[in-house]
C-alpha cells in the first residue's frame, strides 16, 4: 500500500495530511465514509430515479454534515461527487486521482480531490464540486457541447479547433483562456487521455459574471487500459503520432504565438520526472504504474525532439 497522502500524494505517515483535509473538507480529520459499492447502485437510483453514469463510472452525490464527520449521500445535490470502481476497467478511482495530481504539476486549475475507501476495501475517487462554492449558490456552467449546439450523443464530433473557437467566442477573456485551452489539449494527449471530449470540456461563469474555463475534470490515462486508444478530439485532422512540431503548427494555426507556447511545451519535458515520481507514488498498483510512465516517456520523447 502506498504511504502518500490520499490528497495530494505527497509522502505521508498518516492516510493524508492534515492541511490537505483542511483544504477539501474544512477540517484536519478525514470524514467518515460509511458505504460499499453493493450499496452505491442503489444509493444513486434513489438519487436520480436512473442509473448515474458517465461512461462506465458511476457517480454518486455527497453530501459533508455539519460536524465535517461524514460523508452521506445526498439527493438534493450535494458538494462532492464519488466515482467507485468499475467493474469494465480496473483502477479507475487512482487512475483519475493520479492524473489529477500531475494536471496540476503543469498550472492547470483543478478542484480538490481525493481517494478514500469504501467499507468493502475499495478505493472510490471523491472531488468537491466546483460548481458550488463553499459559501452556497450554484455557478453556470455550459459545456463544449453545449456551446457549439450539440446533442451529447454528437461529443465525440469535434475537433480541437472547435474548441479553440468556442473558447474564443464565449470566454471573458479569449486569449488567456485559448491559452489554458492549449495547455490543456496537450496535457490530454501526453497524459494518454483517449477520452477528453467536447462534454469534458466547460466554461463556467465565475461571481463577477465572467465566462472561463472549468477546472479541469474527468481526467484519466485511458491508454494504460485501452493501449490503442486515441484522442477523441482530433488536432490538425490527427488523433495519434502528434509531435512538438504539430502543436506548434496547431498554436500558429489558432493565432497562438510560439513563444507563448514554447515554454508550455518544454514543461512536459523539464517537469517529466516530477510526474513520474507522482505516478511511482499513487495508489495504482505496479502493472498500470508501469503503463502510466511508459506513455508519459513515450510522449515526452515526442515533444523533446525538434
Not at 483517449?194 to 466547460?202: E, I, P, R, V
Not at 494555426?253 to 511511482?280: H, K, M, N, Y
Request: aromatic content about 6%; glycine content about 6%.
Amino acid at each position: 500500500m502506498s504511504t502518500s497522502c490520499v490528497i495530494c500524494l505527497e509522502p505521508a505517515t498518516a492516510p493524508a495530511h492534515p492541511k490537505c483535509t483542511v483544504r477539501l473538507f474544512g477540517s484536519p480529520l478525514m470524514p467518515a465514509l460509511d458505504l460499499e459499492t453493493a450499496q452505491l447502485h442503489t444509493i444513486a437510483l434513489a438519487q436520480t430515479g436512473r442509473t448515474s453514469l458517465s461512461g462506465v463510472q458511476r457517480k454518486l452525490s455527497l453530501h459533508l454534515t455539519a460536524d465535517r464527520k461524514t460523508l452521506s449521500g445526498e439527493p438534493g445535490g450535494g458538494r462532492y461527487i464519488l466515482k467507485p470502481d468499475s467493474q469494465i476497467f480496473p483502477e479507475l478511482p487512482a487512475n483519475e486521482h493520479t492524473t489529477m495530481r500531475v494536471a496540476a504539476l503543469f498550472d492547470i486549475d483543478i478542484p480538490e480531490c481525493a481517494l478514500m475507501m469504501l467499507r468493502d476495501g475499495t478505493l472510490a475517487y471523491v472531488v468537491e464540486r466546483f460548481d458550488r462554492p463553499r459559501e452556497g449558490g450554484k455557478l453556470a456552467q455550459e459545456d463544449f457541447c453545449q456551446l457549439a449546439g450539440k446533442p451529447s450523443s454528437e461529443k465525440y464530433a469535434g475537433s480541437a479547433e472547435l474548441c479553440v473557437k468556442l473558447v474564443k467566442r464565449f470566454a471573458g477573456e479569449p486569449l488567456i483562456e485559448v491559452l489554458h485551452l492549449f495547455r490543456r489539449l496537450v496535457f490530454a494527449w501526453w497524459s494518454g487521455n483517449g477520452d477528453m471530449h467536447l462534454k469534458n470540456f466547460a466554461l463556467l461563469t465565475g461571481p463577477d459574471g465572467r465566462h472561463r474555463l472549468s477546472p479541469a475534470y474527468d481526467q484519466l490515462c485511458t491508454q494504460i487500459v485501452i493501449p490503442e486508444d486515441q484522442l477523441a478530439l482530433s488536432v490538425r485532422g490527427r488523433k495519434d503520432g502528434l509531435k512538438r512540431r504539430d502543436w506548434l503548427a496547431f498554436a500558429a494555426d489558432v493565432g497562438l504565438p510560439a513563444r507563448a507556447v514554447t515554454p508550455i511545451l518544454d514543461a512536459f519535458v523539464t517537469r517529466e520526472s516530477a510526474a513520474c515520481a507522482l505516478v511511482d507514488r499513487s495508489f495504482l498498483l505496479p502493472p498500470m504504474k508501469a503503463a502510466y510512465l511508459d506513455r508519459l516517456r513515450a510522449h515526452t520523447a515526442a515533444l523533446a525532439a525538434v
